[in-house]
T-cell receptor, first 112, second 115 residues
């Protein structure tokens, strides 16, 4: 059973506009969340994280928002750039667990 | 990625043959993972290790076995490869599993084709 879901397989955004990628989870024990970015023929690379004690974390153009009551997190990219075109995975874990659970990914295309 | 290497990067094999993929790390991390990536399924955990000779199954472990005899090496074996195991395989390492403040570092992947 998929504990982390990314319901949008793909997203297209114009360069300079905001990209919003969404992620939902079902396990209320999850308390740490990551976003990874993946280019073709490469391994995923860490992008940004958030723990459940916060509802927002910002790093440059990237901001992650966490809504614990809704079990929902989102990644905002502002402004979007063509180099942001990649597959984005969200992942979640509980502090007592041994692994992260990954979503199915959202393929972002930023159109110049 | 620095500190983690996968070999081979590409492999084509025939149905029914055994295949072993290798993951090697130089970070001395306790946790190592094998994932497969398939369209529509994202990253699915096959097996993971939380120490030398300590391994556990993931959600798609059928048809796969693993071994970890040294901290730095984690081997994934397909005992008898099937076409459904055609995929891209990623190894990942972590200092502390799923604990807050720690994430994974992924290798560059192995593209396996079973014909």
């Amino acid at each position: 059973d998929q504990q982390v879901k990314q319901n949008s397989p793909s997203l297209s955004v114009q360069e300079g506009r905001i990209s919003i990628l969404n992620c939902d989870y079902t396990n209320s024990m999850f308390d740490y969340f990551l976003w990874y970015k993946k280019y073709p023929a490469e391994g995923p690379t860490f992008l940004i994280s958030i723990s459940s004690i916060k509802d927002k974390n910002e790093d440059g153009r990237f901001t992650v928002f966490l809504n614990k009551s809704a079990k929902h997190l989102s990644l905002h990219i502002v402004p979007s750039q063509p180099g942001d075109s990649a597959v984005y995975f969200c992942a979640a874990s509980s502090n007592t667990g041994n692994q992260f659970y990954f979503g199915t990914g959202t393929s972002l295309t930023v159109i110049p | 990625d620095a500190g983690i290497t996968q070999s081979p990067r590409h492999k084509v094999t025939e149905t029914g043959t055994p295949v072993t993929l290798r993951c090697h790390q130089t970070e001395n991390h306790r946790y190592m993972y094998w994932y497969r990536q398939d369209p529509g399924h994202g990253l699915r955990l096959i097996h993971y290790s939380y120490g030398v000779k300590d391994t556990d199954k993931g959600e798609v472990s059928d048809g796969y076995s693993v071994s970890r005899s040294k901290t730095e090496d984690f081997l994934l074996t397909l005992e008898s490869a099937t076409s459904s195991q055609t995929s891209v395989y990623f190894c990942a390492i972590s200092e502390s599993g799923g604990a807050a403040g720690y994430g994974y570092t992924f290798g560059s992947g192995t593209r396996l084709t079973v014909v």
